[in-house]
């Protein structure tokens, strides 16, 4: 079964500059997260969706990120204008449906960016 | 949402046991425990669950106290591979919750050969 996808793998950007992570969830999979992880930190969660549709986007500074999963498969993260502080891994994971507890989240490994 | 406990950091010899402890004195009757551990330069992985027995796979084991207030997950035999940090996390189990993953601090796991 192929994993979480993610690219790109490394990315270095000048703050105020634009950046977009894309995501393909494993094949299925209705529920959809980023997170962001700080070095040293526990991964934050960013968005989650369900399907296409948004289900928690509370932690999302909206000033600058956007997300969407137009449909239902793949999503994009994007950022602008990054700032020093987004550097940082943005994980993406999926689960079969979020409604079950037991259900395993599954993480890719992640895009790793740098705002200098 | 409820909050986990850990240790910081422990450290194992390579093939003994280890017990990774987790306090969540907090917890509600609907909240599953869940262990996740991160490889470096990995995503998070998913290690086990439970609710209120004591579970077993293939990577580990989970005891859960009697009142759920805390809970240990063990490796039995410890590998330079299982050298991670270990998240222990409570889960909503209620209709219609976002099911999502709050992750704190965990406990970084040192392994020696």
């Known amino acids: 079964e192929a994993g979480v996808a993610q690219s790109p793998r490394y990315k270095i950007i000048e703050k105020r500059q634009s950046v977009a992570f894309w995501c393909n969830p494993i094949s299925g999979h209705a529920t959809l997260y980023w997170y962001q992880q700080i070095l040293g930190q526990g991964p934050k969660l960013l968005i989650q969706f369900q399907n296409n549709g948004v289900v928690d986007d509370s932690q999302l500074p909206k000033d600058r990120f956007s997300a969407e999963r137009l449909k239902g498969v793949d999503s994009t993260l994007k950022i602008q204008p990054a700032k020093l502080e987004d550097s940082a891994v943005y994980l993406c994971?999926?689960?079969?449906?979020?409604?079950?507890?037991?259900?395993?989240?599954?993480f890719g490994e992640g895009s790793w960016l740098t705002v200098v | 949402d409820a909050k986990t406990t850990q240790p910081n950091s422990m450290e194992s010899n390579e093939e003994e046991p280890v017990h990774l402890p987790c306090n969540h004195s907090t917890i509600s009757g609907t909240d599953y425990i869940h262990w996740y551990r991160q490889l470096p330069s990995q995503g998070p992985e998913y290690v086990i669950h439970g609710l209120t027995s004591n579970v077993n796979n293939r990577m580990a084991s989970l005891a859960i106290a009697e009142d759920r207030k805390s809970s240990t997950l063990i490796l039995h035999r410890a590998t330079l591979r299982d050298a991670a940090v270990y998240y222990c996390?409570?889960?909503?189990?209620?209709?219609?919750?976002?099911?999502?993953?709050?992750f704190g601090q965990g406990t970084t796991l040192q392994v020696k050969p």
């Open positions: 996390i409570l889960r909503d189990g209620r209709s219609g919750n976002t099911g999502k993953l709050i």
């Open positions: 994971a999926s689960s079969l449906n979020r409604a079950l507890s037991g259900n395993t989240i599954y």
